[in-house]
């Protein structure tokens, strides 16, 4: 890994000297664009303190509230990158590749994805974040295999990449340490929520990785971030445009999130699910997505001809159990040992704990399922335990909702819908919103793909 400053010591002294941060804050105010020196300035004022929290504040309720254009999204993005270490791999030129997702139920595409695009000759240095809220984030979800470790230097994930060919960690303190302190003030002020802020934050985490093509999964529907198509296309052009910009060949990807990916929402059971998505016989939603992302992934950085391809490939590492043993290796390098690798591939559900309690609700009435309200089961799983309210919130990773009847299943009232899995007692309105949230009507309605279209 190579350490790198934001900027050169030289044009941050002559920068100071011409650039008055209430002139900047006032420029963007006034909706005008702001130069690529006062971008800098003020990442460079961020990480070292010269700039208040006041004036960190205004500044990010100016960029609320007039936007930016693609340069100074660029600009920013770029800024916050170099604003601490950067990572680079000498010894995979042209091979590391990562995706990110803005986030959705019983959404576990990173686990079999990683291993899948290792076992195809790419290096994913998969960095990635907890869950607040609802459900438990990609690291969560890991976490809850006994002994896994998300924390690894850059020279241990160096090793990792080297000996597996994937890893997934955690954000290190020194990994644009601008957008740390951004975001805990977005978080206060009512900013979080801002189309170039958003690109920002993400985008510079990414291209902080060193990498050479990413797949960005932006989720739409209503129980994403953006709910609707305009939304996430407006998202999705702006991260494109952005990681372009910061040197990383970038794709968007819009997919539905109305109902939950694959039958598991909660992060032990979304374990079982990843190995069984990596044992060849996970659903077909979370296999769409993984064979798609990581095919067009293969593609972009030239390990396939074609995105057809790439499809094709990834889609085998599934079926011949490459990429199964590219995770029984990850999962027991990262800290869980040979042992409880094999035993959580061989089969996931004897390896990992369980909830003490599992309650099944049935349909009210017969036909069949034509809708899922993922957002609704998702509150439920939460509130039980599977999501944190604040950071330091205890997260049970038993806790989780199991779908039995997905959308096209027949359902009845002798059969369930779905069970939960709960540590703690369910009270009469967690199992009333657990039944509503499945539609049941008299025509079947066949699943459609996730895929909605994609943004280069």
């Known amino acids: 890994a190579n350490q790198r400053l934001s900027f050169p010591h030289k044009t941050q002294r002559m920068a100071s000297t011409t650039i008055r941060m209430p002139n900047v804050i006032a420029k963007k105010r ?23 929290r006041e004036q960190i504040g205004a500044m990010l309720m100016a ?23 950067t990572l680079s791999w000498p010894d995979f030129p042209g091979l590391v590749v990562d995706k990110h997702s803005t ?38 979800k890991l976490e809850a295999i006994p002994g896994f470790s998300v924390h690894k230097s850059a020279e241990e994930m160096t090793q990792l990449l080297r000996d597996v060919g994937c890893c997934i960690v955690g954000q290190t303190e020194t990994l644009v340490p601008a957008d740390r302190i951004l ?44 709910k609707t198509r305009a939304d996430g296309q407006a998202l999705a052009r702006s991260m494109v445009d952005a990681g372009n910009g910061a040197g990383v060949k970038t794709l968007a990807i819009l997919t539905e999130m109305d109902r939950p990916i694959g039958r598991m929402v909660g992060n032990a059971l979304e374990v079982i699910e990843s190995v069984h998505c990596l044992q060849g016989k996970g659903p077909a939603d979370l296999e769409e997505l993984v064979v798609v992302e ?47 690798a094999a035993a959580l591939c061989a089969d996931p559900v004897a390896a990992l704990p369980r909830a003490a309690f599992v309650t099944d609700i049935p349909a009210l009435a017969a036909g069949f399922v034509v809708d899922i309200d993922a957002m609704a089961l998702a509150r439920v799983s939460g509130e039980l335990g599977a999501g944190r309210v604040t950071t330091d919130s205890k997260i049970d990773y038993t806790v989780g909702i199991e779908i039995v009847a997905h959308l096209g299943d027949a359902a009845s009232p002798a059969t369930p819908l779905c069970r939960i899995h709960h540590t703690l007692p369910l009270s009469q309105d967690h199992l009333r919103r657990a039944q509503a949230a499945f539609a049941v009507a008299a025509d079947r309605v066949a699943p459609a793909s996730r895929i909605i279209e994609f943004l280069h």
């Not at 992934?297 to 790439?310: C, I, K, M, R, T």
Request: one cysteine or more.
């Open 30 to 52: 006034d909706g005008q664009s702001l130069t690529s020196e006062e971008i800098a300035f003020f990442v460079t004022g961020v990480v070292n303190g010269s700039i208040p």
């Open 63 to 85: 960029i609320y509230l007039k936007g930016m254009d693609t340069r100074e999204t660029v600009d920013l993005t770029r800024g916050l990158m170099f604003s601490g270490q």
């Open 103 to 140: 986030g959705g139920v019983g959404d576990k595409v990173s686990l079999p994805l990683a291993a899948a695009l290792a076992a195809c000759g790419a290096k994913v240095p998969m960095i990635s974040g907890r869950g607040l809220g609802h459900t438990g984030g990609t690291l969560d």
């Open 183 to 226: 975001y805990a003030i977005r978080d206060i002020t009512s900013t979080v929520e801002s189309l170039p802020l958003i690109t920002a934050s993400i985008v510079s985490k990414k291209a902080a990785e060193g990498l050479s093509a990413l797949v960005l999964d932006v989720k739409v529907g209503r129980a994403a971030f953006m």
């Open 294 to 340: 990581g095919g067009h992934l293969l593609s972009l950085n030239g390990l396939a001809p074609s995105a057809d391809e790439g499809v094709a490939r990834i889609r085998a590492t599934l079926h011949d159990g490459s990429a199964l043993a590219r995770f029984q290796q990850m999962v027991a390098a990262q800290g869980a040992g040979a042992a409880v």
